[in-house]
């Protein structure tokens, strides 16, 4: 995984479990029984990446663990509200959460969280990671990186970004790219991808870093114009849309991970489990063709590596966010 190298700078309603029971209910049961489901709590918009991944995965995942799948998309608060809720609930190995980096960045940007990113979860596996693309509306008058960066020193402080929220990967990401160019771009948070992406659209807002899989359709259809790729090298499921490093910006490279957890105290049994459902799940000819359609890379690890990859992570986008200056609210 590649994280960013230099400086990067609610409530909605549960959304409920509008949700999709998945499976068939056929193979070993839970203790608890098979036809009891497993909700996976999503601290993120209907929509977003890991949202897209996790729908994509959620027939296969059924299947592996012999029982239904629900999603259950609980955003706000950059992701905290859906985190808190999973962490509160019981053990018994029926609801989980999937987290990106985000969940390793609010200590640094908040000044109070309800949970230990690392000590208040069992870490189950970081799955792989996904692409970030610099988008704009098509109404920004700018066809490449050079257009762009030379619009916005032609007006600084005139045009906006987006993201998700304060401190969270989507931000951070806009930041670094402001620190790679030397350019002034107005930050609009929001409370989720979802209000973010509609506005961005809709041209209330001018540009904004998102992961690949949550905008490529709309790239393909021409509502968003592609900038570039945060990515070393062109990827694959998107070959048109050029790299940062390729257009003169080789500092510009950052990129998302994904990851399964559960509340604390999860049994290892439990854990093992479900780690050996997503290793099988993720191995089929399915999902990997839909992670490949959408950019991602696969790259399941144990839970011990998944819990030295947050504390990693967690002192790494420490010393990226002082030194982007961001003040925690």
Avoid at 79 to 103: F, Q, R, Y
Avoid at 190 to 198: D, E, I, K, S, T
Wanted: net charge positive; hydrophobic share 45%; charged share 15%.
């Amino acid at each position: 995984m590649t994280t960013p190298s230099l400086k990067i700078s609610r409530r909605h309603a549960l959304s409920g479990l509008g949700a999709l029971a998945l499976g068939s209910g056929l193979g070993a049961a839970w203790a608890q029984g098979s036809e009891r489901p497993l909700r996976f709590i999503l601290p993120f918009s209907a929509g977003s990446g890991v949202d897209t991944i996790t729908r994509a995965a959620s027939v296969a995942l059924a299947r592996a663990l012999g029982q239904p799948v629900v999603i259950d998309n609980q955003p706000g608060a950059g992701g905290v509200l859906g985190t808190a809720a999973m962490i509160k609930s019981a053990p018994d190995g029926l609801t989980l959460g999937m987290v990106s980096n985000n969940h390793v960045i609010y200590p640094s940007v908040l000044k109070s969280l309800p949970f230990d990113p690392v000590n208040d979860i069992t870490p189950i596996a970081v799955l792989g990671s996904t692409p970030m693309v610099l988008v704009v509306n098509p109404n920004v008058p700018a066809k490449n990186l050079r257009e762009l960066v030379a619009l916005f020193h032609a007006h600084p402080g005139k045009y906006n970004y987006g993201s998700s929220g304060n401190g969270t990967i989507l931000h951070l990401a806009a930041e670094l790219f402001k620190d790679a160019s030397s350019t002034f771009v107005t930050h609009i948070p929001y409370r989720g991808v979802a209000p973010f992406l509609q506005d961005l659209l809709g041209g209330q807002i001018d540009m904004g870093v998102l992961s690949l899989p949550s905008v490529q359709t709309h790239i393909k259809s021409g509502a968003l114009r592609a900038i570039c790729v945060s990515a070393p090298q062109r990827i694959a499921a998107a070959p048109d849309i050029p790299t940062a490093v390729e257009q003169g910006y080789p500092k510009y490279l950052v990129e998302g991970w994904f990851a399964v957890i559960g509340p604390k105290n999860l049994p290892a049994a439990q854990v093992s489990r479900i780690h050996d459902a997503f290793v099988s799940a993720f191995a089929t000819l399915d999902v990997r063709e839909a992670m490949a359609k959408q950019g991602n890379s696969i790259n399941i690890s144990t839970p011990e590596s998944a819990l030295a990859i947050f504390r990693s992570e967690l002192l790494k986008y420490a010393a990226l966010v002082k030194k982007a200056g961001v003040v925690p609210q």
